[in-house]
């Protein structure tokens, strides 16, 4: 049952552009992703954001979701930035940045995942996301998934702090390794509610051992596709490239983000 949602709410997904110039659109796009990979419920009970999270590496450009990228090309720290869904959305205070392994889908995600990335105190000027001002608890380590072991989903996640912060045990001092932990169980901890943007991107390392499920081989077949039907892009990126809508699309492509956005709903909820 839950494959069957997943690979229909993923044959769905080429309605949903990659990127376009309608935030509230992308926002869609991405939640649709974070539910056809199976993100959402595993790695998160639910996911809501408020504004786009754009991951930008050197020499690739701003990802789509999902976008199968190579372990060198993962391997500097991508720069961030968000955009709001509505001018009165606004980024003040501090937030926590996480980027965890979820492993390939159908992964187990209470046995904890690799964390990449994690740093408190972040703060947003404009639509940059300052890493330099916060505690980089574990600094960014790109990911480097064993061979063999699938298309592991990383999973770059922005949550609000609360204004009486603490870091939870274990997590209060800067530079600590790349490490398993539990990413629910530090949200709880730390008190942070659900991301207000995120994104995520996929590597995989030499060829699965096991037969691959049906979501990453939608996932990957299914970008590519998005980016070859692109008439133009900026992004001169291998694995999909950056959509820019032209914006006499956006209505057409709002409707098909939606209607997958509702249809991903429907199955899920068919799926408990
Ligand atoms: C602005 O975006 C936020 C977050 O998505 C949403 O809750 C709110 O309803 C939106 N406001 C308007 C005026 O569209």
Same mark, same amino acid.
């Given at each position: 049952m839950i494959s069957l949602s997943v690979i229909l709410s993923l044959a769905l997904i080429p309605f949903v552009q990659a990127q376009s110039n309608d935030p509230v659109l992308d926002i869609a796009a991405i939640q649709a992703h974070f539910s056809g990979s199976g993100l959402v419920p595993s790695l998160l009970p639910s996911f809501n954001p408020?504004?786009?999270?754009?991951?930008?590496?050197?020499?690739?450009? $701003?990802? +789509?979701p999902g976008q199968a990228l190579t372990q060198?090309?993962?391997? @500097?720290? @991508?720069?961030?930035?968000?955009?709001?869904? $509505?001018? +009165?959305?606004?980024?003040?205070?501090? !937030?926590?940045?996480?980027?965890?392994?979820a492993g390939p889908p159908g992964t187990d995600e209470t046995k904890g995942q690799t964390r990449h990335w994690l740093v408190n105190g972040v703060t947003v000027a404009g639509n940059t996301i300052s890493i330099e001002g916060g505690t980089a608890i574990t600094q960014y380590a %790109?990911?480097?998934?064993?061979?063999? +072991?699938?298309?592991?989903? !990383?999973?770059?996640?922005?949550?609000?702090?609360?204004?009486? *912060?603490?870091?939870?045990? %274990? *997590? +209060?001092?800067? $530079?600590?390794?790349?490490?398993?932990?539990?990413?629910?169980? !530090?949200?709880?901890?730390? $008190?942070l509610g659900t991301p207000i943007a995120g994104n995520y991107l996929t590597v995989e390392e030499?060829?699965?051992?096991?037969?691959a499920s049906p979501t990453s081989a939608v996932v990957s077949s299914t970008l590519s596709g998005m980016a070859a039907s692109k008439p133009s892009s900026p992004s001169t990126s291998a694995g999909g490239a950056v959509a820019q809508t032209p914006h006499a699309n956006s209505a057409a492509a709002s409707a098909g983000g939606s209607f997958a956005v509702i249809l991903t709903s429907i199955f899920g909820l068919l799926a408990v």
């Open positions: 408020s504004a786009v999270l754009t991951v930008s590496y050197s020499g690739v450009g $701003n990802i +789509s060198t090309q993962v391997k @500097p720290a @991508p720069s961030l930035s968000l955009t709001p869904a $509505n001018s +009165s959305v606004s980024f003040t205070g501090k !937030y926590t940045l996480v980027m965890a392994d %790109g990911p480097a998934p064993p061979s063999g +072991s699938g298309a592991h989903r !990383y999973a770059v996640l922005l949550f609000s702090q609360p204004a009486m *912060f603490t870091p939870p045990t %274990g *997590f +209060s001092q800067p $530079n600590m390794g790349v490490s398993v932990f539990n990413l629910e169980d !530090y949200v709880t901890s730390a $008190n030499g060829t699965a051992t096991f037969s």
